[in-house]
C-alpha cells in the first residue's frame, strides 16, 4: 500500500472560479461553502464562482476561499476513499486547512480564525512597510548569504518559504528587498514580485503574531485523527497544546516546505495527493522531487488519474478501500498507524528532554519502523511485530504520564477500530505490564 500525504496550499492558488467543478459534481462541497457562508456571513459561492478578481484577492476573501475549498476538497475525496495518511502538510495558510482535515480544529472556529489572520495582515499590509517575492533559479544558501549583507547594513530581509533547493520566497521592509532583488538578478536569479503581499514569515509579522496568540487562546482544539507537519519545524505537531505556538511562530518564521517533503519521503517515498482549488504543490514537487508521485484531486485529468491508481492499487471498488481491503493486511497496517497516530496526538505532561527523547521520541521512530517492515511485507505482520507496536506506545503514554484509565480506553479504541480484538486484551495487557 502507498504511504499516502495530503498536500493543503496556501496563497497564491485561489482563482475566480475554484470549487465550482466540485460544487456540482459534490453534494459535500455545496454543503461546505453553505456552512462557510453561514458562518461568515457572506455569500462565499458567488465571491469564489462569479465575483471579481480584485474582489477574491482582497485577503479575507482569499483566506476563507481558500480554507473552504480545500476543506471541501477533502471531504469530496474522503467520501470516494476512506484513507488515513501518513500526515498531512499544509504550505503556509494551508496549515489551517490541514489541521481543520485533521480534526484538530473544528471548520468553523478555522474560518473565524483565518478572518482575523486576514486582519492582522491587513494592518501590516495598510503600512506599506513590506514587501514579498518569489526567487527561482538560485540556491537556498547564496539568496541567505545575500539576506545575511543587506540585514547587516541595519534593513530586514530574510528568506520566508524555503520551497526547494532552487526556489525560495523572500520578504521583508520594500526596500531591502528591492536591494536583494536586483543583486539576485545580477546573479542570474528570476524573481517574481508578489504585489500587495504582507510580508509573510519574517520578523516584521511579530506584531501580528502577538495579535494571532491572543485570537488563538479564545478556542479549543481537538485530538488529531492524522498527524500534521508543523511549517516551523518540519515535523509532525506531538499534541494539540501545539497549535497555538505553532501558528503564532509561523507568522514570522520560515516556512520549511522542503525539509517537510522530506520529512514524508523519508524511507519510503510517499503518494502525494493535493487537496485544493488547482496544482501548485504538484508542480512544485514533481519539478524538484526525482520519481514524484503525485496527484492533484482538484485537477480534473489528474483526479481520474488518481482514481484510476487507487483502484488498481487497492483492487476493488475505492469508495469501500477503509472498510474492506483485506488482502493486503490493511488491518494490521492501520493498528500500528493508529499508534503513530495515537503516539503524536496525546497530549503531553512531561517536560524532562532526556525522559521525552528516549520514551517518546525513540519509541515512536521503532514503531515507524515496524510500520515500514509491514508494508514492505504488503501488510503481512507478525503477531510479535503487533505486540510490540502496543508495547511501545504504552512506553509513550507512560513517558507523557498518560492516566492508566486514559491509556486503555485509548488502546482499546484502537483495537477495535483495527477490528483486531481477538488478538489483544488491553486491560491484561495494562495490568500485566504494570506487576512486571
Known amino acids: 500500500m502507498a504511504k499516502f500525504v495530503f498536500l493543503f496550499p496556501g496563497q497564491g492558488s485561489q482563482f475566480v472560479g475554484m470549487g465550482k467543478e466540485f460544487y456540482d459534481e459534490f453534494l459535500v462541497v455545496k454543503h461546505t461553502f453553505e456552512e462557510a457562508s453561514d458562518i461568515l456571513g457572506i455569500d462565499l459561492k458567488k465571491i469564489c464562482f462569479d465575483g471579481t478578481f480584485i474582489e477574491l484577492n482582497k485577503t479575507v476573501n482569499m483566506f476563507t476561499s481558500i480554507l473552504t475549498v480545500s476543506v471541501a476538497c477533502y471531504r469530496a475525496f474522503s467520501e470516494i476513499a476512506g484513507i488515513i495518511p501518513f500526515c498531512g502538510i499544509g504550505h503556509s495558510l494551508g496549515e489551517y486547512s490541514a489541521l481543520t482535515c485533521s480534526g484538530a480544529l473544528n471548520f468553523d472556529d478555522a ?82 514580485p508578489l504585489i500587495m503581499s504582507a510580508p509573510f514569515h519574517c520578523s516584521l509579522m511579530r506584531p501580528a503574531a502577538e495579535g494571532l496568540r491572543i485570537e488563538l487562546e479564545k478556542y479549543k482544539f481537538n485530538k488529531f485523527k492524522w498527524p500534521v507537519i508543523s511549517n516551523v519545524y518540519a515535523l509532525p505537531y506531538m499534541t494539540p497544546d501545539d497549535i497555538i505556538n505553532n501558528l503564532v511562530l509561523q507568522m514570522a518564521n520560515p516556512v520549511q516546505w522542503q525539509a517537510s517533503i522530506d520529512f514524508a519521503n523519508k524511507n519510503d517515498k510517499g503518494c502525494f495527493i493535493e487537496l485544493g482549488p488547482q496544482s501548485i504543490l504538484t508542480g512544485l514537487i514533481k519539478a524538484n522531487t526525482v520519481d514524484a508521485n503525485v496527484y492533484s484531486f482538484g485537477a480534473y485529468a489528474d483526479r481520474y488519474s488518481l482514481l484510476d491508481m487507487l483502484k488498481s492499487n487497492f483492487q476493488e ?104 480484538q481477538q488478538l489483544f486484551n488491553i486491560d491484561m495487557f495494562i495490568r500485566e505490564k504494570a506487576i512486571s
Open 111 to 192: 474560518l473565524r480564525i483565518v478572518t482575523k489572520r486576514a486582519e492582522l495582515t491587513d494592518n501590516i499590509t495598510s503600512s506599506g512597510i513590506g514587501a514579498m517575492t518569489v526567487v527561482n533559479r538560485i540556491n537556498s544558501k547564496i539568496v541567505e548569504n545575500e539576506c545575511k549583507v543587506i540585514n547587516d547594513s541595519g534593513r530586514t530581509v530574510s528568506i520566508a518559504c524555503y520551497n526547494s533547493n532552487n526556489q525560495v520566497t523572500i520578504s521583508g521592509d520594500s526596500e531591502a528587498v528591492f536591494v536583494l532583488e536586483d543583486k539576485l538578478i545580477e546573479l542570474g536569479a528570476q524573481i517574481t
Open 317 to 420: 471498488d475505492i469508495s469501500d478501500t477503509y472498510n474492506n481491503i483485506q488482502k493486503c493486511g490493511k488491518e494490521k497496517i492501520d493498528l500500528v498507524k493508529m499508534c503513530l497516530v495515537e503516539a503524536i496526538s496525546t497530549r503531553n505532561r512531561n517536560f524532562n528532554l532526556n525522559e521525552y527523547q528516549n520514551g517518546v521520541i525513540e519509541a515512536y521512530e521503532k514503531i515507524e519502523e515496524i510500520h515500514n517492515i509491514i508494508e514492505k511485507n504488503e501488510g503481512e505482520a507478525t503477531r510479535e511485530q503487533l505486540n510490540e507496536a502496543i508495547r511501545l506506545l504504552v512506553v509513550i503514554f507512560e513517558t507523557k504520564k498518560v492516566t492508566i484509565s486514559e491509556q486503555i480506553e485509548r488502546l482499546n479504541d484502537i483495537i477495535n477500530k483495527s477490528g483486531m
